[in-house]
Structure formats: structure tokens, C-alpha cells
């Protein structure tokens, strides 16, 4: 039927859409500038073999608008294409027809590119523990690489505060000056420069993971973009510049952005109603402590389910479906493997921060403050566009020189997983333990009835909804944190599940606990030692056996 054909005009790879009236003024003004006799030029103006009915039965072609493939990625800008694989970047002039992907005009990234050498080098050992990788930062120019650098820099207060306490105000501000975005400081020992690197890598491989459309099921992970940074509630206090690197992702993306501070967002039926096949990205911003992640598992893994108002739902398959990603202030409730297989960990440093009443900074420092000006802000520069595009480009060539891989690419953990210990036990409870378990208590390598020890700690914290489940995963958070604890539970007390210590007790079957302290030798009632020579306390881990498991988690709801 006429009309319901869409006809386009395409030029290289660009596809724009138009009308038959532009199609017949297309031709006119084609005719006049050749200079066509009058008479034919007439001709065109009367003719009926320019109508919507006859042009309605030309030619029909199918164009390829994916922008990418598994090994792959197309950025299309104004006056050329960029075709990423893990092996370079190649570039394909406008008007260059070697490429089979399409785009629409719409789509076409504003902004004229050229190509720079590397920014960064990124070097791999394997070992037999599995790749190492190491970065050397090779050119400056790109402020958003800039801004990674600093946001990965979890040492800065080491190194630019402790580390210039003996120098003159000129001499600490010259090193400012000179160091002001270096992973790899002098003042740094080797350790932290190596965690710092990892950071930086980490955020690199995650941007050209975010950045690269393809979806694959071994490969479905959501980016989770978190502070490195401990208090005494186990929280932080943000504006570490997490959510930025997602608003500068956005730029290469047709993305939707939700809030999560709602901890109850998906009890909306039409949450993601925004969310269309063309949607490339679903980022949820800010969550809230207690927003259930894994009600996104499914999504993350599978197909999503879109449930517009007015409308009937419908499904996008797990290929054409968006990759989601995740920022917020806090840790993930549970670090399980269903957690820790779709989740690809960012983890952010407090180099910018807010100064308060209730914190020790000496200053507030905001990405701005870096640089003078809002990153991809109206007063850009065309170099300075030129320098982060090629930037992203790299990140994401990098990602794909990886991609045929099984390396999932983490930051470093430790301190997000004693942030998870302390708000596993929350202030009151840590209060209460310190108390309870001090080392002049007569508490430790001492069996006490888990029972006993539970009604302490609801009397001491005045509260009776507590579970045991509860009280038990606060006590296993303490010891992996305490100093001077070794061990809960060891096993060479437990019984034959190596679950329990289980005794009697005035002729009652009762749970106990045990808290083993550094360097002691366990000791039955009799004053027995089961073993002397006891290992050296070693940097907490989280416990991989379970004590009690057969009560069911509370999750992840306040108490």
C-alpha cells in the first residue's frame, strides 16, 4: 500500500530518512544545477513517475544498524567512522562504503575525531596464579582519563597530606603541583602504587565493557560502581565522582537513568517503561542500602520484560535488551557467587569529597575543582573532546583484547569487604562485642552457650526483633574484623558436620561459641590443648564455612 514504505537517503554509512516531497525537490535542484535543457527540466516538474504511488515500488533494501560484533565496536562520528577491535582502532571516511553497519543520521556523534597515539599501555604477566597486568600512563591531555586516574588513587591522603608533613608549604605544593594526576607517586611505596594500578585498570576495562554492545551469556555482568572508603558506620560519605563516569558514558549511549534510592523501585509495575530495543544502557544511580540487587539478577542475565502504562507489555530479547549498570554508597548485602558472577565491582577512592563537621577532611575537592570546568560542559573545547573520545576508544579496545578471554578484570576488595563486615554488625552491635569479647573479658577461647551470648546483646542493644540468623552473621563479621580473635568456631571443636559445637548442658543439647584469640591454643573443658603450635593470625577473609546455616537469611531489611 503507498505510504508505508521509509525511504532514506545514504551517504558512506550514514542513513537519514526522508520524504517523496524531498525526493522530487532532490531531483529539481539536481536538474537545474547540471543545467538540464528547460524542456526536460519541465518534464521532471509534470511527470507522474515521481509520485508517491510509483516510488512506493522501488527497490526495498535492508540495512545493518547494529553498531557492533562479538570482537567489535562502531562509533560514528561526524565525518568518519571508528571500527574498535582489540587489536586497533581503524578509521573509515565518511564517505568510505567498506563497512556493512549503517547508522542513522540522529545517531551520529557530534564531534570530528582524529586519532591519537596511546594514552595509556596496559602490560600482562601470566603467572600461575592466573594474568597480571600493569598500566604506564604514556600522554596527558584527556581530562576524563584525568579524573580516573585520581578517583583510583585510594592512597591520595598518604601521599599528599602524611607523605608532605615535613616539607615547606612551597616544596608540598610543587609536589601538587608536579603529581597532580599520577597513579604512581613517589611517595607511594609499591604496594599501594600496585593497588592504585589496579584501580585504574579495573575502571578502564569496565568503561570498554560498558561501552561495547555486544551481550554475551558468559559475559552478562553489571557494572557496580562503589567507595573504597571506610567509617564507623561502615558506610561513606559519597561524592567521590562514582556516577560521573555513567553521565560521560551516556554521551556514546542511548541510556536511561533511574533513581535507586527507592528501595522499593521494582514494586512498580511500569518501573522501566522507559527502557526501548534501542535502549543501550539502564543505569540505576544512588541506590539506597537496602534496594535488592538481585531482583535484578534475571535482567542481567536474560531477557527483560518491559511494562509500559497504556500500553501491553512486551519482551526484548537477551541480545537486543540494554546492559545495566549500578552506583551507590554501600556494599552489596551478600558477596555470593550469584552476586559475585554478574557483578563487575568499580571501586572509587575519596580523593574528591566533602568537607563537613563530622568528618576529618581538610578541604573539599570536586572533579571541577581539577580542571576549571564541567567535564563535556558547553565551554569544550574540539581538542578537548578529541583527547577523551580517543580515551573511551582505547578503553574499549582494551576491553576487547580481552573479550575472547575467561578474565573478569576486579579491583581491589579488602576494604570493600570489611565495609560489608561492618555493616553486617552495625554500630550497636560492634559496641556491644567489643565489650562482650574484650580481651580482658575472659570471654575468648572460652565456650559460652550461643544462647547466653544472644540475650546480652539484645538486653545491651534493646532490641527483641534480632534473629539468631542475625545475631550470628554480626558475631562471624566481628571476628574476620577483630584484632586479637583468630577463629569463631574452630574446627577441631566442632562435631561431625563441622557445623556446631554442640554441648550439654544441665542435661540440655546446647549451641555454643567459640572465640579462638591470636596465637591460643584450643582448650577443652578439661584444659586439654588440642594443638600447640597454632598458625599467625592472617589478613581477615571472609569464612568459608558456615556456622548455623540452617536458618534462613532475614535479608536485606534494617533491624
Known sequence: MAGTSQYVRIVGNVVTEVKTSEIRDFIHQWAEENFLPRELRNVLMTTTRLSDLVLDNMGKIELDFTNYTAKSQIFFFEGSSMEVTGQGIREHRGTSTDLDHYVWSKNVLPHRVKLLPPLFSITREDTLNGPRFDIKVESRGSKVFDYIINSSRIYWREELEKGLENLSDDEAAEYRREHKFDIEGPNLDAEQIAEQKQNLIN???????????????????????????????????????????????????????????????????????????????????????????????????????????????????????????????????????????????????????????????????????????????????????????????????????????????????????????????????????????????????KEIVREDAFLAYKMFAGVNKITMQKFTKSLKAFVALCPYVEDLNPLEMCNAKGRRIVRKVDGVAKDMIYLRGVGAAIKKEDETPLWEDPKPKSAPVPQERDLWDDEEDDGPAPY
Open 203 to 445: 575502571k578502564i576495562f569496565s568503561i570498554g565493557y560498558t561501552l561495547h554492545r555486544f551481550k554475551s551469556p558468559s559475559r552478562a555482568w553489571a557494572p557496580y560502581a562503589m567507595d573504597n572508603k571506610i567509617d564507623d558506620e561502615g558506610e561513606c560519605n559519597g561524592r567521590s565522582g562514582k556516577s560521573l563516569i555513567f553521565a560521560l558514558i551516556k554521551t556514546f549511549l542511548n541510556s536511561v537513568k533511574l533513581s535507586g534510592r527507592n528501595p522499593k523501585l521494582m514494586d512498580n509495575n511500569h518501573w522501566n517503561e522507559q527502557v526501548t530495543r534501542h535502549t543501550d544502557l539502564l543505569f540505576i544511580d544512588d541506590c539506597d542500602r537496602y534496594l535488592n540487587i538481585g531482583l535484578f539478577y534475571d535482567l542481567i542475565t536474560s531477557e527483560m520484560t518491559v511494562n509500559p502504562k497504556y500500553s501491553q507489555s512486551y519482551n526484548i530479547p537477551f541480545q537486543e535488551s540494554p546492559k545495566l549498570a549500578f552506583s551507590t554508597n554501600y556494599v552489596p548485602y551478600n558477596f555470593d557467587p550469584s552476586t559475585d558472577a554478574r557483578l563487575l565491582y568499580m571501586v572509587f577512592g575519596d580523593y574528591y569529597h566533602i568537607q563537613t563537621e563530622t568528618n576529618d577532611y581538610l578541604e573539599s575537592r570536586g572533579v571541577r575543582d581539577d580542571f576549571g570546568k564541567d567535564l563535556f560542559g558547553q565551554d569544550y573545547t574540539d581538542e578537548e573532546w578529541n583527547q577523551d573520545i580517543n580515551f573511551f576508544l582505547q578503553c574499549t579496545q582494551f576491553y576487547l583484547s580481552l573479550a575472547s578471554e575467561s578474565i573478569k578484570l576486579l579491583p581491589p576488595m579488602g576494604n570493600i569487604v570489611k565495609r560489608k563486615w561492618k555493616a553486617d554488625m552495625g554500630a550497636n552491635f560492634e559496641d556491644w562485642a567489643n565489650f562482650y569479647f574484650s580481651e580482658s573479658s575472659g570471654n575468648i577461647n
